[in-house]
């Protein structure tokens, strides 16, 4: 019986987790349900995603989603398991997907008080060589009494109740918060449940690593170009910076919170709203960054003050270790002059 003494009979699981979270802000519990219905939606696709091949689960479904990127069959998998999980919580009103052109209003029966924004799948271009990808989701809750649409997803990053996002690395995990820090659980499959690893994360205030794709560089704007170059060739006599880049957006956030350092997906000469999207990528991702002490920017503002006019707008991002961010921000200015 050796191996009884390892066995945690007082586990924080997330469902626990939030369930005392909202009882010391005395809510209804919804929040709680509603997590618990992305988490469900969580492991049924971190189950798909590593089973992938053999389940013949990949390969073009044949269409292209509204962002343009061809559609893998479980993008559409990911994002049917989302909905469905999210609608059937009762939680929800309007729903927000990369995958969908329009905003999903849930029907009055099934009806709550939030509004998730989300993408089910991203980075799923990676699928094929078995490369990090994730989910990532938004939650808001609607601000009126009148009839849900899709303008009541249309709200500041600073208005979020809650965001988060899974990896599905070398284990799945899910980041989370609900606006008292950043927490992480890690799925254990022997259970089936998230469990608390990682309490109240704070990110470097300054690291040694950066990440974006450099194959843009000929459409760089000049202040990118400025920022790589102090990166590689440090004036000061300081260590010059690794570079890190996956093309997962939540492998490379994840690796920059943990880390610490800068990730850019900034605007370009091809790309001059840059290709992030706000709802679902740029304000949850810039949400766990300012939880854990970090900063997000367009480099003219801060992410989370954007207020959104279309649900799949793209914006410039630069995120991570705040004295990283600051410097990055100094240099767009004096480029912006």
Do not use: W
């Not at 998230?194 to 109240?200: A, E, K, N, T």
């Not at 970090?294 to 991002?317: E, K």
Request: glycine content about 8%; aromatic content about 8%; some cysteine.
């Amino acid at each position: 019986m050796s191996d009884q003494g390892a066995f945690d009979t007082n586990v924080v699981t997330l469902t626990r987790f939030v369930l005392e979270e909202g009882r010391k802000a005395q809510g209804t519990g919804e929040l709680t349900t509603l997590l618990n219905s992305i988490c469900t939606s969580v492991k049924a696709i971190s189950t798909a995603v590593r089973k992938a091949g053999i389940a013949n689960l990949y390969g073009i479904a044949g269409s292209t989603n509204v962002t343009g990127d061809q559609v893998k069959k479980l993008d559409v998998l990911s994002n049917d398991m989302v909905i469905n999980m999210i609608k059937s919580s009762f939680t929800s009103c309007v729903l927000v997907s990369e995958e969908d052109e329009k905003a999903i209003i849930v029907e009055p029966e099934k009806r709550g008080k939030y509004i998730v924004c989300f993408d089910p799948l991203d980075g799923s271009s990676n699928i094929d060589c078995l490369v990090s990808i994730g989910s990532i989701f938004a939650i808001y809750k609607k601000t009126t009494d009148d009839e849900p649409t899709e303008k009541d997803a249309l709200q500041p990053g600073r208005t979020l109740v809650a965001a988060g996002y899974a990896l599905y690395g070398s284990a799945t995990m899910m980041v989370l918060s609900t606006g008292q820090g950043v927490n992480c659980f890690m799925l254990d499959p022997a259970i089936g449940e998230f469990i608390l690893v990682d309490r109240d994360v704070k990110i470097k205030k300054k690291g040694k690593i950066y990440s974006l794709n450099e194959g843009y560089a000929q459409h760089f704007y000049p202040d990118v170009t400025e920022y790589l170059q102090k990166k590689k060739y440090p004036q000061d006599g300081s260590a010059p910076y690794g570079g890190r880049y996956v093309g997962s957006m939540v492998a490379d956030v994840h690796r920059t919170l943990v880390y610490g350092g800068i990730f850019l997906y900034p605007a370009n000469v091809k790309s001059p709203k840059g290709k992030l999207r706000l709802l679902y990528e740029c304000n949850p991702m810039a949400f766990i960054m300012e939880q854990a002490g970090g900063m997000a920017t367009t480099g003219s503002m801060n992410v989370l003050d954007i207020q959104p006019t279309n649900i799949h707008q793209r914006v410039p991002v630069v995120m991570g270790s705040p004295d990283d961010v600051k410097e990055y921000i100094s240099i767009f200015k004096k480029h912006a002059k």
